[in-house]
Every structure is written in structure tokens, then in C-alpha cells.
Nanobody, 126 residues
Framework: EVQLAESGGGSVEVGGSLTLSCAVS????????LAWFRQAPGEEREGVAA???????RYASSVYGRFTISEDNAKTTLFLQMNNLKPSDTGMYYC????????????????????WGPGTQVDVSS
């Protein structure tokens, strides 16, 4: 089974917090890089945070210090803790996986991730 499914999106006021979850079912692969991306209307999909096979984390500069990516020990759930949310954080948030473990070589590019969830919407209002 190869599947990613996000949850936890919603509406929140500026300065608020949300935690997104992604149920990870990638039984066909032994290991993989996981990441969160987001896309605002009319904008390109951008990488928000990623975690590699050693547990090392990478963040976009726009969310550094406010967002935290993590996963459970079994790697069945990926999380994104989002604090101090801003209107610019509004968008559809996607969970993505790279089973080749090479995606972060060139940064967080959507084209390097082959597996995607359907997304969960986050709206931050002022």
C-alpha cells in the first residue's frame, strides 16, 4: 500500500496554533524522506519542512522557529506543529514522500517528491 492522508487543517486567528497530521502508509518502501508543502491560490507549491531518514529536519526560512516537523517512532504518522500563525501561512498543506531518499539534495522541490496526499486546508485570519 502506498498512501498519504493529511488531517488537522482548519481556520485559526493570527498568532494561533494548529497541528497537522499525515497518516503514512508506504509499506512498499524500506525508507523515505517525508515533507510538508503548501500552496496558496495562484502560487506555486512550496516546501515548508522536511525530515530525512536520519531524523534531520529542514525548514523554509519563512517558518523557521515557528513550525516543527516530527514523526512517530514507527514512521506511520508525520506531524507539523505550527505556532504563531500568520495570514501568509494560509494555503493547502500537503504531505509528500520521496522513496529514493535524494529529494533534499537540491532543497525542497515539489518535483522531487513522487508521492502526495490530497491535502488539508489551513486558513489564518487577521
Amino acid at each position: 500500500e502506498v498512501q498519504l492522508a493529511e488531517s488537522g487543517g482548519g481556520s485559526v486567528e493570527v498568532g494561533g496554533s494548529l497541528t497537522l497530521s499525515c497518516a503514512v502508509s508506504l509499506n512498499a518502501y524500506s525508507d523515505y524522506i517525508l515533507a510538508w508543502f503548501r500552496q496558496a491560490p495562484g502560487e506555486e507549491r512550496e516546501g515548508v519542512a522536511a525530515i530525512d531518514t536520519t531524523g534531520r529536519q529542514r525548514y523554509a526560512s519563512s517558518v523557521y522557529g515557528r513550525f516543527t516537523i516530527s514523526e512517530d517512532n514507527a514512521k506511520t504518522t508525520l506531524f507539523l506543529q505550527m505556532n504563531n500563525l500568520k495570514p501568509s501561512d494560509t494555503g493547502m498543506y500537503y504531505c509528500a514522500a520521496d522513496p529514493t531518499n535524494t529529494a533534499l539534495t537540491w532543497g525542497m522541490r515539489a518535483a522531487d517528491f513522487a508521492i502526495w496526499g490530497p491535502g488539508t486546508q489551513v486558513d489564518v485570519s487577521s
